[in-house]
């Protein structure tokens, strides 16, 4: 069977090294970085898709696929990018893999291109939880007047990401509260040597920390809750779009928040790349395009 011709366009530096795994075993062109950045000789590096791209079975898209619907996102390219440039290129057949598509779905559907987005995939979240923990942590250390060991710290949710860095965080000495709706999160999160509590007691416990990590796409550090903090308390958002926390009133109370979006390509890119490649790889195996 003939290796599928994979493209990868665009992303920022995880993509660069997802581009360099892939290589090892297909054939592989990288759209959206330079050969600076790509020194990876295995790699046909074109500028954009009117540089003589070929065409391809495979087109690996970042996460988030665009920022506005219209272009890729791809930080490190000296050009626009625009998705519809990219649908000419792809043979009959050919797949659409990316994070987040949202708007862009339609798109290509709209094409009669098959889209998968392995973000969704539950081997690239488990895989993914542990970089980003990880950057969590980093952050943690740069920003606190402390150590984490002795440190009082609330992880609001128990899923991959709050369930890895209660882990860690417990590991490293901190006293770790975990929040979470579900009992049994709360149950397994005890089992871990962590204190636990509801979402309804934050309002009143909301003093007690020096950092809360949240890791709940939803607005659970209302108004009510940061004002029940301390002021030097470090707040650090993991969650994507909207993120956990009410921002004008963080703003107002001048409570110090980071919100750490793309940890993984941040600070553990190389990482971040092969578990991409590594979650590519399987849905490829799946549909029987692998070597």
């Not at 952050?139 to 860095?165: A, H, K």
């Amino acid at each position: 069977m003939q290796k599928p011709m994979i493209l990868v366009a665009g992303g920022d530096l995880r993509y660069g090294y997802t581009a360099s795994a892939l290589a090892r075993k297909y054939d592989v062109c990288a759209v959206g970085f330079t050969r600076q950045i790509l020194p990876d000789t295995r790699l046909r590096i074109v500028e954009s898709a009117a540089d003589g791209l070929p065409m391809c079975d495979v087109l690996v898209l970042p996460m988030p696929v665009s920022d506005d619907g219209v272009l890729i996102n791809a930080p490190y390219s000296r050009q626009n990018l625009p998705l519809t440039g990219f649908i000419p290129l792809l043979k009959p057949g050919a797949v659409v893999l990316g994070g987040k598509f949202g708007k862009t779905d339609t798109l290509f559907r709209d094409a009669g291109i098959e889209t998968v987005d392995y973000l969704a995939r539950e081997e690239f979240s488990t895989r993914n939880a542990v970089p980003t923990a990880e950057g969590a942590i980093q952050i943690m250390l740069e920003e606190m007047p402390r150590t984490i060991f002795g440190s009082t710290v609330l992880i609001l949710g128990f899923g991959r990401i709050g369930s890895r860095m209660a882990a860690a965080l417990h590991a490293l000495g901190a006293d770790v509260t975990v929040a979470a709706r579900d009992v049994a999160d709360r149950a397994r999160a005890e089992m871990l040597g962590c204190h636990s509590l509801t979402y309804a007691a934050l309002q009143e416990t909301a003093g007690l920390f020096d950092v809360v990590c949240n890791t709940v796409p939803a607005k659970v550090l209302t108004a009510d809750v940061l004002k029940g903090m301390q002021p030097e308390t470090l707040i650090l958002d993991l969650a994507s779009k909207p993120g956990g926390v009410d921002w004008e009133a963080a703003q107002e109370l001048g409570r110090r928040v980071v919100w750490a979006l793309s940890l993984p390509g941040k600070t553990a890119p190389v990482t971040a790349g092969e578990i991409i490649a590594t979650t590519i790889t399987h849905i490829l195996e799946e549909r029987g395009e692998s070597t």
